[in-house]
């Protein structure tokens, strides 16, 4: 069981930055990829971006170029480097861990970017 605790998401004017932060703890060995996920109001969540255990990175069209994937295995901590925030980004963003399926979540975290 790994648990993951999500944290740094607030309010920002679009334009502007946030940093998430993922603490993982527990069987955290035989993870294959972290990744964030987020979910807006009336819609489906959806993959933002992930990491593997090699470090290869993948996102989301939508985030390209504005979002930086990035992890301290000492510390054992996922990050989310949010820059030129849209009025879109806005959701509950999610940590997840994946072994053999995306099994483990966070409780999620607040994301709200005003225009």
């Known amino acids: 069981q790994v648990q993951l605790v999500e944290s740094g998401g607030g309010l920002v004017q679009a334009g502007g930055s946030l940093r998430l932060s993922c603490a993982a703890s527990g069987s955290t060995f035989s993870i294959n990829a972290m990744g964030w996920y987020r979910q807006a109001p009336g819609k489906q969540r959806e993959l933002v971006a992930v990491i593997t255990s090699a470090g290869s990175t993948n996102y989301a069209d939508s985030v390209k170029g504005r979002f930086t994937i990035s992890r301290d295995n000492a510390k054992n901590t996922l990050y989310l480097q949010m820059n030129s925030l849209k009025p879109e980004d806005t959701a509950v963003y999610y940590c997840?861990?994946?072994?053999?399926?995306?099994?483990?979540w966070g409780q999620g975290t607040q994301v709200t970017v005003s225009s």
């Open positions: 997840a861990a994946k072994k053999l399926v995306w099994g483990s």
